[in-house]
């Protein structure tokens, strides 16, 4: 069955700190690749995606994930880390040929200390 | 614009009771989604609404669970009755577009915890 495995459970950085959260899929199909965040007390907001083209992909607060097809992987990456970040974070797929259907990983929760 | 609103934010029921739970999705958006998130594991898929009509219904766990958008507006999800395991935070979603690469916009998710 395709899955999302997230290596940490649990992430604890200083502030200023580089962070980074890896991410691996088991499918062999084409697939959309995503990063969603959960700040406390908020709704699941998307993060960042790759859908094609250049696998290094930008998204919102100076966050970035790299797409290597090789390795299944869609690692998620940010160069200092601030206070604010500290939240639930999801690496996710949609298969190609199913509408929506998002699978998740088990999530990263990422605390900063100020 | 509003975004997706479920309610209640949090239910508590004992074993065998009855729960609904209720999703407004984005105006205009035709695709609701249902997810839940039992404690330490991943978020998974529950059922798929293009508009009215169920379109992928396979994550559903049992005949206990029985999810209706009638009118292709909001959606209910009730749990009924209701066992331990179904604790978790049920998560709507809504999207404009089906398919690989649509968005989708979250609720703040339903925790339900039964006793």
């Known amino acids: 069955a395709q899955s999302v495995s997230q290596h940490n459970h649990h992430v604890i950085l200083s502030e200023a700190a580089s962070l980074e959260l890896g991410c691996n899929y088991s499918y062999g199909g084409t697939v959309n690749l995503f990063w969603y965040v959960q700040y406390p007390g908020q709704h699941l907001q998307l993060l960042l995606k790759y859908f094609s083209g250049d696998p290094l992909v930008k998204g919102i607060k100076g966050f970035e994930a790299e797409f290597i097809k090789s390795k299944f992987s869609f690692n998620l990456r940010k160069p200092s880390v601030q206070w604010s970040d500290t939240a639930e974070y999801f690496c996710a797929v949609i298969l190609y040929n199913q509408g929506g259907k998002l699978i998740f990983g088990q999530g990263t929760e990422l605390s900063v200390k100020p | 614009e509003a975004g997706v609103t479920q309610f209640p934010s949090h239910s508590v029921i004992e074993k065998g009771q009855t729960v609904t739970l209720r999703c407004d999705p984005i105006?205009?958006?035709?695709?609701l989604y249902w997810y839940r998130r039992v404690m330490g594991k991943e978020i998974k898929f529950l059922l798929h609404?293009?508009?009215?009509?169920?379109?992928?219904e396979s994550g559903m766990p049992n005949n206990r669970f029985l999810a209706e958008r009638t009118g292709g507006t909001y959606s209910t999800l009730k749990v009924q009755p209701a066992e331990l395991e179904d604790s978790g935070v049920y998560f709507c979603a809504s999207s404009p577009q089906a398919g690989p690469t649509g968005e989708l916009f979250f609720g703040e998710g339903s925790r339900l915890t039964v006793l």
């Open positions: 609404f293009v508009k009215e009509s169920k379109q992928d």
């Open positions: 105006s205009g958006h035709d695709n």
